[in-house]
T-cell receptor, first 109, second 115 residues
Framework: DAKTTQPNSMESNEEEPVHLPCNHSTISGTDYIHWYRQLPSQGPEYVIHGLTSNVNNRMASLAIAEDRKSSTLILHRATLRDAAVYYCILRDGGNKLVFGAGTILRVKS | EPEVTQTPSHQVTQMGQEVILRCVPISNHLYFYWYRQILGQKVEFLVSFYNNEISEKSEIFDDQFSVERPDGSNFTLKIRSTKLEDSAMYFC?????????????FGEGSWLTVV
């Protein structure tokens, strides 16, 4: 399974944008980049995914580097409800997602 | 929005007892999964299931564990004789397909406490 590297934790102020980085230098051509988040005592929640082009949805934006070796999840205006662990995962079409430790995002009011 | 639902949300059981955790995957999904998360640790894959067969399982998924799709809507995880170390949050998940662009959707989890 391809590996990703994320910072252990990040902090943001409420209503400011947050950029969560992820490095995946060994990504293969068919790997999609998936982002999930997990709020305390809840299941992983799908956020966004992409292959090559930048992606936007109602929750976030995903910016993918041209060489695909890194990506950034962008929360446009962080709220207290966005405080969670954010996971960047490469999916190669196999049966499972491999979760790392993720980035703990703290949002200050 | 369709969602994966799990029952019970929390179960306390005595060591050695059998436990069945239940899940209703999203209705048009064909692939089903169980993951678990021990308190303070990473989310770990247990097993995937397709077409009434296990398609992949992890080393954690030993003979004490089994999965079943007893009817057209439910997907269950059975632990035959629970151990203290089985205490964890168990997540059911489902997806339309195995393509790397397909999203896997997770339920809210079932907290299992073995005493």
């Amino acid at each position: 399974d391809a590996k990703t590297t994320q910072p252990n934790s990040m902090e943001s102020n409420e209503e400011e944008p947050v950029h969560l980085p992820c490095n995946h230098s060994t990504i293969s051509g068919t790997d999609y980049i998936h982002w999930y988040r997990q709020l305390p005592s809840q299941g992983p929640e799908y956020v966004i995914h992409g292959l090559t082009s930048n992606v936007n949805n109602r929750m976030a934006s995903l910016a993918i580097a041209e060489d695909r070796k890194s990506s950034t999840l962008i929360l446009h205006r962080a709220t207290l409800r966005d405080a969670a662990v954010y996971y960047c995962i490469l999916r190669d079409g196999g049966n499972k997602l491999v979760f790392g430790a993720g980035t703990i995002l703290r949002v200050k009011s | 929005e369709p969602e994966v639902t799990q029952t019970p949300s929390h179960q306390v059981t005595q060591m050695g007892q059998e436990v069945i955790l239940r899940c209703v995957p999203i209705s048009n999904h064909l692939y089903f999964y169980w993951y678990r998360q021990i308190l303070g640790q990473k989310v770990e894959f247990l097993v995937s299931f397709y077409n009434n067969e296990i398609s992949e399982k992890s080393e954690i998924f030993d003979d004490q564990f089994s999965v079943e799709r007893p009817d057209g809507s439910n997907f269950t995880l059975k632990i035959r004789s629970t151990k203290l170390e089985d205490s964890a949050m168990y997540f059911c998940a489902s997806s339309v397909g195995l393509n790397s662009g397909n999203t896997i959707y997770f339920g809210e989890g079932s907290w299992l406490t073995v005493v």
